[in-house]
């Protein structure tokens, strides 16, 4: 008996030794998932979308498709501009691995709504475009990125310059919306501090058709400066209407902080030619992003907005700092983000801070005249570089906790 027990252990030895030796098929290695949660179908589609979704994969490619050993996988969600909707998706992606981390979603109901939950689960989001400062101010989250601007650093920029070409008087058609307030809040302030006046300000519900009577109550106001506060549809309603009024032909000058060139291609320039605004991003601005951008237009057939060049930016950094942290742990790609440097299309020599804002330029910009025009899509003049120092609030008046941790 004793020979018999012998020969059943070493047969177990034997087929335990080969169990682990044997290799992996590659169906059994779950991929990295990197989840889009954007807006796929209502009226942000354009500006993010399912060209985010394209950005994305472009970071995956250009990264090589593997991390830790693992193929790379693309997920989306249409969380449609609403808080509900867009947390069960990532709410779901998080419970159940569907997603190891979440790049885009932009709208700030939404963005603040996830940011919680990745709070909570020590799980990564990176924001594209969202205006609200509260995502890297009260709200800030270890493990939560802001990658392209919020309401502070396409408003409080702007007025200075503007004031000292002699457009000191302001009026505001503000969103009513948490995002229209603290831009509209943001511009007041340095308003002032530059020597101008608000000579008023009127709120729009979101996803308006028929602007005229706020338009009207602007040009009433007597201001040099109609400062518009919106996004997506609202701007191209917005815009037209003006343009019917004759606003700028009558001497006013409209000033819109958040400006797609998707709106100035559905618009046409030379309806909105002279427009100012500020933007962390031009396609055709140096000749990476020039080679970027054309390579995203022969899939998508638009230019790159700001929010989709920084998803595909997010993206390919995430993916650098799961390499550097060897690990798909939330708080070490957490802090791996952080000590990377930002080199890409996107940003050169861009850092994190501590508030998990990402430090780069920003662009004053306005809208050439049609003669000026020498290429499709060939929209913006660059008139000024607005540095990370004046684009960023300053981390001494920060309401991030993690900054007095930091220090």
């Known amino acids: 008996m004793a020979k018999t027990r012998w020969i059943t252990g070493a047969a177990i030895a034997l087929l335990v030794g080969s169990a682990m030796v044997m290799p992996v098929r590659a169906e059994d290695v779950q991929p990295v998932r990197i989840g889009v949660l954007t807006d796929m179908s209502g009226m942000y589609r354009d500006i993010m979308g399912p060209g985010s979704v394209l950005a994305a994969k472009m970071a995956v490619e250009d990264f090589g498709g593997k991390v830790l050993d693992r193929p790379i996988e693309v997920i989306s969600g249409d969380h449609q ?6 947390a069960a998706i990532a709410r779901n992606w998080f419970d159940n691995g569907g997603a ?18 990745a709070r909570a689960r020590n799980k ?8 609200s400062p509260a995502i890297t101010q009260q709200a800030c989250a270890p493990t939560a990125f802001s990658w392209s601007l919020n309401a502070y650093a396409i ?14 008087s302001f009026f505001f ?12 809040d943001a511009a007041t302030n340095a308003i002032k501090a530059a020597g ?11 996803n308006n058709p028929d602007f005229s009577s706020f338009l009207l109550q602007a040009v009433s106001s007597k201001a040099k400066v109609i400062w518009l506060i919106s996004a997506a549809e609202d701007t191209t309603n ?16 409209i000033v819109v902080p958040l400006t797609y060139i998707t709106n100035v291609h559905a618009l046409g320039i030379a309806n909105v030619q002279g427009l100012t605004f500020a933007t962390p991003f031009y396609w ?3 000749d990476k992003t020039r080679a970027w951008s054309e390579r995203f237009f022969r899939q998508h057939h638009a230019m790159p907005t700001m929010d989709q060049a920084a998803v595909y930016s997010g993206t390919l950094h995430y993916l650098q700092a799961v390499a550097a942290a060897r690990t798909l742990d939330g708080p070490k790609v957490a802090d791996e983000i952080r000590k990377l440097s930002v080199n890409d299309m996107y940003v050169e020599n861009g850092f994190v801070r501590a508030d998990g804002w990402l430090m780069h330029p920003f662009y004053m910009a306005s809208i050439k005249a049609p003669g000026e025009v020498k290429k499709p899509w060939d929209y913006y003049n660059i008139e000024k570089v607005i540095p990370p120092s004046e684009a960023a609030q300053p981390l001494s008046e920060s309401q991030c906790p993690l900054v007095a941790q930091s220090q």
């Not at 190891?100 to 939950?117: G, K, P, R």
């Not at 990564?124 to 205006?131: C, E, F, K, L, S």
């Not at 058609?173 to 509209?184: H, N, Q, T, V, W």
């Open 81 to 86: 501009a609403k808080a509900d909707v867009g």
């Open 100 to 117: 190891d981390v979440i790049v885009d979603v932009a709208q700030s109901a939404v963005a603040l709504a996830v940011q919680e939950l």
């Open 124 to 131: 990564i989001v990176i924001h594209g475009v969202t205006g």
């Open 155 to 168: 408003s409080a920029p702007l007025p200075k310059p503007l004031i000292e070409r002699g457009l000191d």
């Open 173 to 184: 058609l503000s969103a009513d919306y948490s995002f229209g307030k603290a831009m509209e």
């Open 196 to 206: 101008g006046k608000v000579l008023g300000s009127v709120r729009f519900p979101q």
């Open 238 to 253: 917005a815009l037209k209407q003006a343009k019917e009024f004759g606003i700028a032909e009558g001497g006013q000058h």
């Open 284 to 286: 055709d601005r140096t």
